[in-house]
Every structure is written in structure tokens, then in C-alpha cells.
């Protein structure tokens, strides 16, 4: 084949990933034009192979990519399940689309790659334009794909349950915090008995309106005397996301608006993870508070 000179775009790399896909049409791609044909028609470079095969490894692999959860686990024992894998898998990921969005960018990605290789094993017949490394926004996480809202009265209960999830986990919250009942008061809003200030928090919605998580502090009173983050929670099966940093973040911005000069936490067990977050958001170690539990005696050290 004589040399011909082809600009790749990521125009083109999306033709040949749709290529590679198709397994009802034999396409390959015309070095003069960039776009697809039908193998037939000519002097056309053929495709790189794709099949059943191929797909099944991504999509094992982008499972090993998703936090333990619930639903990942769902999907290992599709993968496992040896019947129907592939239409199987899609459906499950249609009832999360936030997880169906980081798979689909998971596999053009892969498959890009792929093609990208194939088109350096063309290099001597065509002259390419390198398009350098995956475009920055691929490693965005789909946070778009959920909303927040305010914590009202009519979230009491679920805020209940959450809050003593996050208890049993030692997640993020505030000591005192911890053995008080969550009210709601005459304007429907969200107190503890014990405080003097209100509660302001966050909840996070998925694109079907689901309730997913939530972030919670107690003002101390007025503005200026201080808040306490009473939790920061979410579902298991949506962890890993950026989701609880999200709504500790976005309930910071809210407070910093209304004067709070100071902000406190306590964090343990699960909620150890948000430290990374507390120290880029400027919050310092005041204490160290230690445990001992008789039955951590029978644990290797």
C-alpha cells in the first residue's frame, strides 16, 4: 500500500471503536477519508479485531476497578455465572447510571487505546498526528450525575437510621453528637434538644431521585460560637465516588457564608479515609482519643 497522510481525530478513534463494536457489519477504515467503509469497497485498512472475548475482559476488569460494594459484588457473580453475561450486565447497569456512565467511559478508553495501537502498526504506511494521552476530562468522576438537596423535617427518619450506621462504623461525626435523638421543631426544621443552634445539612440524590448519602452539622448557636459536623454518610454501594467529600464540602461553603468561624469533627474506624479532606480543608488535630476493647486482646499485632 503506498504512503498516504492521515490526521487522526478523536472523531476517527470513535468510528473505529464503533467499528470494532459492530459485529453485525465487516467495516474497515479508508485512509483517505477516515471514515468507515464496507470492507468490500476497496483498498481499506480492515480493523482491529474485537470480539465476545475481548469485551467480557473489560468488563472484568472495570468490575475490579469499583469500591467493595453490594452491587459490585452483584456484577462479580454475573461475570461468574457463565449464562447471559453480557445482557445480564447491561441491565444491572441501567438501574445505576452513575455506575453505567464510569463504565462506558471505562470502555471506550480501553478500546481507544486498542486503536490507537493498531494505528502505530499502520505507521509505515500512513503518516499519523500523535493525539498524546487520554483527554483530561475521562478522569472526572460522575459527580454531575447527582444532586444536592437540603435535609428537611420529612428526612428524619432515614436521617435516624444513617446516623446510627455511621455510629457503628465510627464514621465522621462529633462525640457529643452521639447519643442524642435528632428532633424536628415548630418551623419543621432539624434540632437536637440539646443544642442551642440548629442543624444544617445535605442530601445527595441519584438521577432517579434516590436518597444516597448526607452530610450533617449542629450550630452551637450563634454563628460566631462554632458548628459541629454531627456526620458524614453514604450508602455502601455508592462509596468511592467522591460523593461524601462532596457534601462535606459544599456544607463548609454554606457555613463559611454565615459567619462560622470554627468547625469541628471527630473521626475513627471507616471515616479515617475523610482526613485527607479535613487536612486540605484547613482543620488541624486538637486531640487524640484512645480505646480499649477486651476483645481486641485475641488479635494479632
Same mark, same amino acid.
Given at each position: 500500500m503506498?504512503?498516504?497522510?492521515?490526521?487522526?481525530?478523536?472523531?476517527?478513534?470513535?468510528?473505529?471503536?464503533?467499528?470494532?463494536?459492530?459485529?453485525?457489519?465487516?467495516l474497515?477504515?479508508?485512509p483517505?477519508?477516515?471514515?468507515?467503509?464496507?470492507?468490500?469497497?476497496g483498498?481499506l485498512?480492515?480493523?482491529?479485531?474485537?470480539?465476545?472475548?475481548?469485551?467480557?475482559?473489560?468488563?472484568?476488569?472495570?468490575?475490579?476497578?469499583?469500591?467493595?460494594?453490594?452491587?459490585?459484588?452483584?456484577?462479580?457473580?454475573?461475570?461468574? =455465572?457463565?449464562?447471559?453475561?453480557?445482557?445480564?450486565?447491561?441491565?444491572?447497569?441501567?438501574?445505576?447510571?452513575?455506575?453505567?456512565?464510569?463504565?462506558?467511559?471505562?470502555?471506550?478508553?480501553?478500546?481507544?487505546?486498542?486503536?490507537?495501537?493498531?494505528f502505530?502498526?499502520?505507521?509505515?504506511?500512513?503518516?499519523?498526528?500523535?493525539?498524546?494521552?487520554?483527554?483530561?476530562?475521562?478522569?472526572?468522576?460522575?459527580?454531575?450525575?447527582?444532586?444536592?438537596?437540603?435535609?428537611?423535617?420529612?428526612?428524619?427518619?432515614?436521617?435516624?437510621e444513617?446516623?446510627?450506621?455511621?455510629?457503628?462504623?465510627?464514621g465522621?461525626?462529633?462525640?457529643e453528637?452521639?447519643?442524642?435523638i435528632?428532633?424536628?421543631?415548630?418551623?419543621?426544621?432539624?434540632?437536637?434538644?440539646?443544642?442551642?443552634?440548629?442543624?444544617?445539612?445535605?442530601?445527595?440524590?441519584?438521577? =432517579?431521585?434516590?436518597?444516597?448519602?448526607?452530610?450533617?452539622?449542629v450550630?452551637?448557636?450563634?454563628p460566631?460560637?462554632?458548628?459541629?459536623?454531627d456526620m458524614?454518610?453514604?450508602?455502601?454501594?455508592?462509596?468511592?465516588?467522591?460523593?461524601?467529600?462532596?457534601?462535606?464540602?459544599?456544607?463548609?461553603?454554606?457555613?463559611?457564608?454565615?459567619?462560622?468561624?470554627?468547625?469541628?469533627?471527630?473521626?475513627?474506624?471507616?471515616?479515617?479515609?475523610?482526613?485527607?479532606?479535613?487536612?486540605?480543608?484547613?482543620?488541624?488535630?486538637? =486531640?487524640?482519643?484512645?480505646?480499649?476493647?477486651?476483645?481486641?486482646?485475641?488479635r494479632?499485632?
Amino acid at each position: 500500500m503506498e504512503e498516504k497522510r492521515l490526521m487522526v481525530t478523536e472523531g476517527m478513534l470513535e468510528r473505529v471503536v464503533y467499528g470494532m463494536e459492530n459485529q453485525r457489519e465487516s467495516l474497515a477504515l479508508d485512509p483517505l477519508s477516515g471514515e468507515l467503509r464496507h470492507e468490500k469497497d476497496g483498498d481499506l485498512i480492515p480493523l482491529p479485531p474485537w470480539g465476545p472475548t475481548d469485551g467480557y475482559r473489560l468488563m472484568d476488569q472495570f468490575v475490579l476497578t469499583l469500591p467493595p460494594s453490594p452491587f459490585r459484588h452483584r456484577l462479580e457473580d454475573i461475570l461468574h =455465572s457463565g449464562t447471559g453475561v453480557f445482557r445480564r450486565f447491561k441491565n444491572a447497569l441501567v438501574e445505576r447510571p452513575e455506575i453505567e456512565k464510569l463504565w462506558r467511559r471505562f470502555k471506550f478508553r480501553e478500546m481507544r487505546k486498542s486503536a490507537l495501537s493498531w494505528f502505530a502498526r499502520w505507521s509505515e504506511a500512513l503518516v499519523l498526528e500523535s493525539l498524546g494521552p487520554e483527554p483530561e476530562e475521562w478522569d472526572e468522576l460522575p459527580l454531575a450525575d447527582f444532586s444536592l438537596q437540603p435535609l428537611v423535617g420529612g428526612d428524619l427518619p432515614l436521617l435516624q437510621e444513617w446516623r446510627g450506621e455511621a455510629l457503628r462504623a465510627q464514621g465522621v461525626g462529633c462525640q457529643e453528637m452521639d447519643e442524642q435523638i435528632l428532633e424536628i421543631n415548630e418551623s419543621g426544621d432539624l434540632f437536637l434538644p440539646s443544642s442551642q443552634g440548629r442543624c444544617l445539612g445535605l442530601k445527595a440524590e441519584n438521577a =432517579s431521585g434516590e436518597a444516597v448519602g448526607c452530610a450533617l452539622l449542629v450550630m452551637d448557636g450563634a454563628p460566631s460560637y462554632g458548628a459541629c459536623f454531627d456526620m458524614v454518610y453514604v450508602l455502601p454501594e455508592f462509596r468511592g465516588l467522591g460523593l461524601g467529600k462532596l457534601l462535606a464540602t459544599s456544607l463548609l461553603d454554606q457555613v463559611q457564608e454565615q459567619g462560622v468561624r470554627s468547625l469541628r469533627c471527630r473521626t475513627g474506624g471507616e471515616g479515617r479515609h475523610f482526613e485527607s479532606w479535613l487536612e486540605a480543608h484547613g482543620f488541624q488535630i486538637r =486531640s487524640v482519643q484512645w480505646q480499649w476493647n477486651a476483645e481486641d486482646l485475641s488479635r494479632d499485632v
